[in-house]
């Protein structure tokens, strides 16, 4: 169980070469070296956030359950300080978010149809 390797920022960022490349995403660590050739959005993408946090450009581009299938399999540890339920968690922090505007929406709807009630009783 207690085999998965924790890796920190530190020796993360001294692997940004394109025959040594380590990728965070969603903390966990990636060693992407293997894939990187024939990743189809090409080398440089991967290149321009090798040894740093990557989660965000991975997961803008919306990667479909293939590509989160071969990150599995270039996993090699665990990010230091990083909770294992990052992923989880990003997820419902997204469900939350889109939530949040329900209540946003009211409140402008509600501010037009004054703008508009106001507008018709004083002009
Ligand atoms: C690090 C591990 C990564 C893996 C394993 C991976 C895997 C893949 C795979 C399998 C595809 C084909 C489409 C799909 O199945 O979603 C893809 C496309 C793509 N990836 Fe990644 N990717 C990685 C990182 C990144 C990063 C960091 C970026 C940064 C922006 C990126 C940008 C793209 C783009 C732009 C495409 C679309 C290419 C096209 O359709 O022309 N990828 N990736």
Same mark, same amino acid.
């Not at 969603?26 to 090409?42: A, F, L, Q, T």
């Not at 090798?50 to 590509?67: P, Q």
């Not at 992923?87 to 419902?92: G, I, L, P, V």
């Not at 505007?101 to 508009?116: C, E, R, S, T």
């Given at each position: ?6 890796? /920190?920022?530190? *020796? ?5 070469? %394109?025959? @040594?490349?380590?990728?965070? &995403?969603?903390? +966990? ?23 740093? /946090?990557?989660? *965000? ?5 919306? %990667?479909? @359950?293939?590509?989160?299938? &071969?990150?599995? +399999? ?50």
């Amino acid at each position: 169980m207690s085999t998965v390797k924790v890796y /920190d920022y530190e *020796e993360i960022a001294k692997h940004t070469t %394109h025959d @040594d490349v380590w990728v965070v &995403i969603n903390g +966990k660590v990636y060693n992407v070296s293997s894939y990187i050739d024939e990743h189809p959005g090409g080398e440089e993408v991967i290149l321009d956030c090798a040894g740093t /946090d990557a989660t *965000e450009a991975f997961e803008d581009i919306g %990667h479909s @359950d293939e590509a989160h299938e &071969i990150l599995e +399999k270039l996993f090699i540890g665990n990010l230091k300080g990083a909770k294992p339920v990052e992923t989880k968690r990003a997820q419902s922090y997204s469900t939350q978010e889109s939530s949040v505007n329900f209540p946003l929406i009211a409140v402008v709807v509600f501010l037009i149809a004054f703008g508009a009630y106001y507008y018709k009783t004083n002009f």
